[in-house]
């Protein structure tokens, strides 16, 4: 009987030997696989935090496409809602490079301050809130200029979330345990920054919350959910609804950021995933191999159930349905079923898997392999399930990961 070290490596080599196969063998799809529209391209960028690079995979003929070099340490990637742009952060230079997704090409650098960590962009794709957590502040930055327009204030920033209606900027700190809460004001004229506009205050700050980290925000704006991932618990947060809104007029206490409840999960609470139809919040505990599910009108734990070992992300299906959560320790894919509350099925990956993305379709979900240095593709919806399709190339320490489905309108 081979040795289970023999077994990995011929999967390992005939999972690469397939995704080399020729174009002209591949297709524009493998058979079984919905059909694109000619001319369609959809591709996934992986930043490489130990070569300084930006892996480009095309996720139509499931193959690399080119290497990007970009700024030093990437560790955080966005791609523009309207945009045909991917922002890259690169935490050791202090920068943020800009991925033309269209030419697939680095086209600028942004300088901004000390270690940045997280970029996130508003949904009209003009302006985007870098966190720089070396020179405890938040860059403010125009992206039709692809510069920054301001700088303010913020102790030791970790991953900052805008809300989806674009008032409220969630910033957990990791260092210091709390959370702030900065007000964000109007988006001005594309490229134009009123001398008296504020784009940045803080409106609230929440201590005790140690190592808070992944941050989730509900549709309507209303909640804001952060893990204390060197606890046990997650911060429920109410973020302050507008004076002249619905839900103020009902009741004027909503129009306050205040602190709701500390929900008790497992330990070392790493990442949060929020049902699409904001429902429920599903918690990666780590150091308790499971998941915690947390309904968000109650704030309340509905069960813990066992996933894998160290489970460090997850990403729910646009269905509401379907939880994927990777595991690092056993280099797997737990598969739970929302509406059955159960695991169903585990997935076998690269080493390590991490950061989790899916294509536009959801045909496809793409697990990074941190200890790897691959990205593992997984077919979602075939006949016998999920399972694993191929493994394609990245570089050393892969860490983040986000799919772009390119449009040829022009830049807006």
Same mark, same amino acid.
């Given at each position: 009987?081979?040795?289970?070290?023999?077994?990995?490596?011929?999967?390992?080599?005939?999972?690469?030997?397939?995704?080399?196969?020729?174009?002209?063998?591949? =297709?524009?799809?493998?058979?079984?696989?919905?059909?694109?529209?000619?001319?369609?391209?959809? &591709?996934?960028?992986?930043?490489?935090? =130990?070569?300084?690079?930006?892996?480009?995979?095309? !996720?139509?003929?499931?193959?690399? %496409?080119?290497?990007?070099?970009?700024?030093?340490?990437?560790?955080?990637?966005?791609?523009?809602?309207?945009?045909?742009?991917? &922002?890259?952060?690169?935490?050791?230079?202090?920068?943020?490079?800009?991925?033309?997704?269209?030419?697939?090409?680095?086209?600028?650098?942004?300088?901004?301050?000390?270690?940045?960590?997280?970029?996130?962009?508003?949904?009209?794709?003009?302006?985007?809130?870098?966190?720089?957590?070396?020179?405890?502040?938040?860059?403010?930055?125009?992206?039709? @200029?692809?510069?920054?327009?301001?700088?303010?204030?913020?102790?030791?920033?970790?991953?900052?979330?805008?809300?989806?209606?674009?008032?409220? !900027?969630?910033?957990?700190?990791?260092?210091?345990?709390?959370?702030?809460?900065?007000?964000?004001?109007?988006?001005?004229?594309?490229?134009? !920054?009123?001398?008296?506009?504020?784009?940045?205050?803080?409106?609230?700050?929440?201590?005790?919350?140690?190592?808070?980290?992944?941050?989730?925000?509900?549709?309507?704006?209303?909640?804001?959910?952060?893990?204390?991932?060197?606890?046990?618990?997650?911060?429920?947060?109410?973020?302050?609804?507008?004076?002249?809104?619905?839900?103020?007029?009902?009741?004027? /206490?909503?129009?306050?950021?205040?602190?709701?409840?500390?929900?008790?999960?497992?330990?070392?609470?790493?990442?949060?995933?929020?049902?699409?139809?904001?429902?429920?919040?599903?918690?990666?505990?780590?150091?308790?191999? #499971?998941?915690?599910?947390?309904?968000? @009108?109650?704030?309340?734990?509905?069960?813990? &159930?066992?996933? =894998?070992?160290?489970?460090?992300?997850?990403?729910?299906?646009?269905?509401?349905?379907? !939880?994927?959560?990777?595991? #690092?320790?056993?280099? /797997?894919?737990?598969?739970?079923?929302?509406?059955?509350?159960?695991?169903?099925?585990?997935?076998?990956?690269?080493? =390590?898997?991490?950061?989790?993305?899916? /294509?536009?379709?959801?045909?496809?979900?793409?697990?990074? %392999?941190?200890?790897?240095?691959?990205?593992?593709?997984?077919?979602?919806?075939?006949?016998?399930?999920?399972?694993?399709?191929?493994?394609?190339?990245?570089?050393?320490?892969?860490?983040?990961?986000?799919?772009?489905?390119?449009?040829?309108?022009?830049?807006?």
């Amino acid at each position: 009987m081979p040795s289970p070290h023999r077994t990995t490596s011929i999967r390992f080599h005939k999972l690469a030997a397939l995704a080399a196969l020729p174009l002209s063998l591949v =297709g524009c799809r493998h058979p079984g696989f919905p059909e694109t529209p000619a001319g369609y391209r959809e &591709y996934a960028y992986v930043s490489n935090g =130990g070569t300084n690079t930006v892996s480009v995979l095309d !996720l139509v003929y499931l193959r690399s %496409d080119r290497t990007l070099q970009v700024g030093s340490q990437p560790s955080a990637l966005l791609a523009n809602p309207v945009r045909n742009e991917i &922002y890259v952060v690169n935490t050791q230079s202090g920068s943020i490079s800009v991925i033309d997704a269209l030419a697939n090409n680095v086209v600028a650098t942004i300088p901004v301050h000390r270690m940045p960590v997280s970029i996130d962009v508003d949904p009209t794709g003009h302006r985007a809130f870098v966190s720089n957590s070396g020179s405890n502040s938040i860059s403010v930055l125009d992206l039709d @200029q692809r510069r920054e327009i301001a700088e303010v204030p913020a102790e030791q920033p970790g991953k900052a979330h805008l809300s989806p209606d674009s008032r409220s !900027l969630v910033v957990p700190s990791q260092a210091s345990g709390s959370v702030s809460i900065f007000a964000v004001g109007a988006i001005p004229q594309p490229g134009v !920054l009123s001398s008296k506009e504020v784009p940045l205050s803080r409106r609230a700050h929440f201590t005790g919350c140690p190592g808070a980290d992944s941050t989730v925000i509900l549709p309507d704006s209303s909640k804001a959910f952060v893990a204390c991932s060197s606890a046990h618990q997650v911060m429920a947060l109410n973020l302050a609804a507008a004076n002249a809104s619905w839900s103020a007029r009902q009741d004027p /206490s909503l129009t306050t950021d205040r602190l709701l409840t500390m929900v008790e999960v497992g330990s070392t609470p790493i990442h949060l995933a929020l049902k699409p139809d904001g429902g429920e919040v599903f918690v990666s505990n780590m150091n308790s191999d #499971s998941i915690s599910e947390i309904a968000t @009108q109650t704030n309340d734990v509905g069960g813990t &159930y066992m996933i =894998g070992t160290k489970p460090v992300s997850g990403i729910v299906s646009e269905d509401n349905s379907r !939880l994927f959560v990777s595991n #690092s320790g056993d280099d /797997s894919i737990g598969l739970y079923s929302i509406d059955d509350g159960k695991l169903v099925s585990s997935l076998h990956t690269g080493s =390590g898997p991490s950061s989790l993305a899916f /294509s536009a379709d959801e045909h496809l979900l793409l697990a990074v %392999d941190a200890h790897s240095g691959d990205v593992s593709v997984i077919r979602t919806l075939s006949k016998l399930g999920p399972n694993l399709f191929t493994i394609l190339p990245a570089g050393s320490g892969p860490n983040a990961i986000v799919t772009k489905v390119v449009s040829r309108q022009p830049r807006v």
